[in-house]
């Protein structure tokens, strides 16, 4: 079966009164703020969102973004395979309509409408997907090309070396 491609936009409420289902792909090239922390920029995110209206009549867009993506390990600087997923629940507002936001229960992430009242979903997912990206990705320490040996006689350390303020001053001295 082909694989449908996510609309970049969507107006939230429309969407929501149609109870659209969205089920589909993000290609990662159209992912430019995500890809600059991946290995690999090919591949595809697999989107899910399922819109409707909560019982206090809100809009709600309830997803789920997964993707297969690789990454460096910040402790050997080989390349590692990730799962990276995410599971939202936004509603969406207009942007000056602080009343309504008061009016919006906690369990909702909001997401603000544009001029056009469209949200941008391409910019959701992306967004989710970064926050889902550990700051430190590592391998486990049996896969790890460094071993836990190694590290605890801090002849390799995941950081690199910095220069010493001090050994600088020393030398400027020396002269
Ligand atoms: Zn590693």
């Known amino acids: 079966m082909q694989k449908v491609k996510i609309p970049v936009t969507l107006d939230p409420v429309k969407a929501a009164q149609k109870r659209s289902i969205f089920d589909g792909i993000v290609p990662l090239q159209n992912l430019t703020r995500l890809t600059e922390s991946l290995v690999e920029k090919q591949g595809e995110v697999a989107v899910r969102i399922e819109?409707?209206?909560?019982?206090?009549?809100?809009?709600?867009?309830?997803?789920?973004?997964?993707?297969?993506?690789?990454?460096?390990?910040?402790?050997?600087g080989e390349p590692m395979q990730l799962a990276l997923g995410s599971e939202f629940v936004y509603t969406p507002v207009k942007g000056d309509d602080d009343a309504a936001l008061a009016l919006i229960p906690e369990r909702y992430d909001v997401i603000v409408r544009?001029?056009?009242?469209?949200?941008?979903?391409?910019?959701?997912?992306?967004?989710?997907?970064?926050?889902?990206?550990?700051l430190f990705p590592m391998h486990d320490a049996a896969d790890c090309n460094i071993s836990a040996e190694a590290m605890s006689f801090g002849d390799i350390g995941p950081e690199p070396e910095k220069p010493n303020p001090f050994a600088i001053l020393q030398e400027l001295k020396k002269k």
């Open 114 to 134: 544009d001029e056009h009242g469209e949200i941008n979903l391409r910019q959701l997912v992306e967004d989710e997907l970064i926050l889902a990206l550990p």
């Open 51 to 76: 819109c409707g209206t909560d019982e206090q009549g809100l809009a709600v867009l309830n997803g789920e973004a997964a993707s297969e993506v690789t990454v460096r390990c910040e402790r050997c």
